[in-house]
Nanobody, 114 residues
């Protein structure tokens, strides 16, 4: 059974940084395109950053230049380095296939506030 476990969220001041992790089991990251998503209460989940099997990356306009998605195939894990965080980045962050076909994990809360 495929399991996604997100971690690394927390409370950070505007301008700060966080690194999110996604531990994946039951599927080999090497063979799938993955992505990070986020959701604010009352709004639809949105794609933040994605990475294909060939390493091609895509980012939401709102995070370009600030966030970096990466993957460690030896650890079967994915990461999201978030710099220059803004209050508008506050959300629950999730990882999944770019196609969103896996069951969602619990997510990790990111709160950007002074």
């Amino acid at each position: 059974q495929v399991q996604l476990v997100e971690s690394g969220g927390g409370l950070v001041q505007p301008g700060g940084s966080l690194r999110l992790s996604c531990a994946v089991s039951g599927i080999t990251l090497t063979f799938v395109s993955m992505a990070w998503f986020r959701q604010i209460p009352g709004k639809e989940r949105e794609l933040v950053a994605g990475m294909t099997t060939t390493g091609h990356t895509t980012y939401a306009d709102s995070v370009k230049g600030r966030f970096t998605i990466s993957r460690d195939n030896t650890k079967n894990s994915m990461y999201l380095q978030m710099n220059s965080l803004k209050p508008s980045d506050t959300a629950v962050y999730y990882c999944n296939l770019i196609t969103q076909r896996l069951n969602w994990g619990q997510g990790t809360q990111v709160t950007v506030s002074s």
